[in-house]
């Protein structure tokens, strides 16, 4: 099977820093796969150059088989791929409608758009309460209420709505369950696990093995700017996915290809 | 799931309460969530209220058609630029320049008339223009070059006002020279009146540019752009909003208004000067700060500003009426001017 996004011998380095030191990764149809590594490892580099914030200075990066150049996140949501940032990327004071829609409005048809450039707000709502119940996010009343009034789970769900909505290929999670409570945690969890039984392929950026255990298909270790290995959580344990990536055991080199 | 680990086993039998506190939605609470969705609602009140206790003291003096429209043509021109600092203000930066803006426009429409003998649509037009690129100018240092607001409109306000004197070399054009060669630069000074009802066209544009904008604001795709700038500009930036772009627009459209608003002027005036409106920068930040909208960006509406300029021109006119000294309609817009930001303050700490 040809992997839907993949990478090759990428190197980033930042003055005397090698943050990518000729890192390989590949992303199934259909998965989600963990990425786990110490802090430092070269996680965020190599999630941002697949997000196009940054620009790698050498190696390729595919989406469906074909090479492509990221200068900027829009170039890569413009190709599908959905980024939700650690820090959500939400205005506060704005709408929920507002926000899913933020950058790819929905004009009116006609005179009234073309024109007066006017939103189709019907629609928006329409389509963000749709996404929203979609995902079993419905417990948000009113679509129009702003974010800052929303709870942190609600305000990630709302966060991996509207990547669901638009990601067409692939989304990117950073740390979605970093700043939530065991509950919420819970909820974005399932949630993950619903975008993924829509067909969409996930890569989560997470610290925390048991979530990473209980929903990643593959596990991604990255160690020293370079994919280390890449493990199924079926056969190894959680201490197991620690030592690899802190370097207290040896990687299993034959796992790496057959996974 | 099969990997379901012991401590998510824990969450199985989970109690769906969560640790709440009694909340009560007291009256308080309430308003403050019917303000935190309707900014424009503070001054409106403020506005309301007003007009009842000056009209009680004052009754059909005040009360009459004529004096609630010499309020409008009082605060039509402050209004105008303020729909210029409304815009600047939602994107979190300021613009001390509008004031000069609007004074070197103003100039140039009269001097290119007068001097350079052009016909006075094509001065007007190139008055409009040079707003617009001083604006642009403003927005370009802003966006691009990174420089903060304060700063870069600060400097282009002294630019501007010091290229007024030395173009127009301190030299006032004389309304009655205007009305007998180029009455077009007193457009804005015609009126209709209905019944007592005194309406210039300046009146007229302010409030048609006040509804444009608050179409423009609410129902365009650069209308919420402008509301996400302002709120988190990274977070606007990463959603895939054009910011510098935005940025840009918004100064350069602020310069273009800030010329209307000198065209307004001389009609207001009669004459070209360019010793007048020294102070309209401070109040047109004023009738913004009033009207409810944020100083840090991204919060409260055009109409707001609409309401705060007039609460002022409601008390000059009223106190004036009084008989009151005129350093108590300053003393009591100070107090507004406080109140509206302990005001914003408040709304601001509104939550789930």
């Known amino acids: 099977m040809q992997p839907i996004l993949s ?40 999630i941002k150059a697949l997000s196009g914030a940054i620009k790698v200075d050498s190696g390729d990066i595919y989406l469906d088989g074909q090479p492509v150049h990221f200068n900027s996140p829009i170039d890569a949501r413009h190709a599908g791929v959905e980024t939700v940032y650690q820090t959500l990327a939400m205005s506060p004071a704005l709408s929920i409608a507002d926000n899913m829609f933020m950058g790819r409005e929905i004009r009116k048809p006609g005179f009234m758009g073309k024109v007066l450039r006017q939103l189709d707000r019907p629609a928006m709502e329409r389509i963000a309460r749709q996404k929203l119940s979609d995902l079993g996010l419905m417990t948000i009343q009113n679509i129009n209420q702003a974010v800052e009034t929303l709870s942190g789970g609600q305000r990630q769900g709302v966060a991996v709505a509207r ?4 990601g067409s290929k692939v989304i990117i999670l950073d740390e979605p369950t970093a700043a939530l409570g065991v509950k919420e945690s819970r909820r974005v969890l399932d949630l993950i696990l619903d975008v993924r039984a829509r067909g969409i392929p996930i890569i989560l950026i997470s610290h925390n093995m048991p979530h990473v255990f209980e929903v990643a298909d593959r596990i991604h270790v990255h160690r020293l700017g370079q994919r280390l290995c890449v493990i199924d959580p079926k056969d190894y344990t959680m201490s197991d996915a620690v030592a690899f990536m802190t370097g207290a055991k040896a990687a299993p080199g034959a796992t790496a290809s057959a996974a | 799931m099969s990997n379901q680990t012991e401590a998510d086993g824990g969450l199985v039998a989970r109690a769906d309460a969560i640790a709440s506190f009694e909340h009560q939605h007291t009256m308080l609470s309430r308003v403050q969530h019917a303000l935190h969705s309707n900014p424009a609602l503070v001054p409106l009140i403020v506005l309301v209220l007003s007009v009842a206790v000056f009209g009680a003291l004052l009754g059909t003096k ?66 409009l223009a040079i707003g617009t ?14 420089l903060p607001p304060f700063i870069v409109t600060l400097g282009m306000w002294q630019i501007a006002l010091a290229s007024n004197f030395l173009y127009s070399g301190n030299e006032t054009i004389r309304a009655q020279d205007i009305e007998a060669s180029a009455p077009l630069l007193q457009f804005f000074g015609q009126s209709i009146s209905v019944g007592g009802a005194v309406f210039t066209y300046g009146v007229i544009f302010f409030i048609l540019l006040v509804l444009v904008l608050a179409y423009i604001l609410r129902h365009t795709a650069w209308g919420r752009h402008v509301y996400a700038v302002g709120d988190d500009p990274e977070a606007a930036e990463l959603s895939g909003v054009n910011t510098k772009r935005i940025l840009i627009s918004v100064y350069a459209l602020s310069g273009l208004i800030c010329a209307f608003a000198g065209w307004a002027l001389i009609g207001r005036i009669g004459s ?76 601001r700490k509104v939550s789930a």
């Open chain 2, 133 to 146: 690129f001083i604006g642009f100018v403003n927005g370009w240092l802003v966006a691009r070059i990174k």
């Open chain 1, 163 to 166: 990547a669901a909505a638009f």
């Open chain 2, 62 to 127: 005040f009360f009459s058609s004529f004096a609630l429209t010499l309020i409008l043509q009082q605060v039509a021109i402050v209004g105008i630029v303020g729909a210029a600092q409304s815009l600047v203000i939602l994107t979190a930066g300021i613009d001390l320049s509008v004031g000069a803006i609007m004074v070197l426009s103003s100039v140039i429409m009269g001097q290119f008339t007068f001097r350079l003998g052009l016909p006075p649509a094509v001065a007007v037009a190139c008055g």
């Open chain 1, 7 to 46: 990478a090759s011998n990428l190197c980033k380095r930042y003055g005397r820093v090698t943050a990518l030191d000729n890192c390989d990764f590949e992303l199934m149809p259909g998965e989600i796969l963990a990425v786990i590594g110490d802090n430092g490892a070269g996680k965020s580099s190599l």
């Open chain 2, 272 to 347: 070209v000067s360019p010793t007048s409106g020294q102070f309209s920068n401070i109040e047109s930040i004023t009738a913004v700060v009033i009207g409810g909208i944020s100083l840090f960006g991204g919060r409260g509406s055009i109409l707001g500003m609409f309401f705060g300029a007039l609460i002022v021109g409601v008390f000059s006119l009223g106190l004036r009426l009084l008989g009151a000294d005129a350093q108590w309609t300053y003393l009591l817009i100070g107090v507004l001017i406080i109140g509206a930001v302990a005001v914003d303050q408040w709304i």
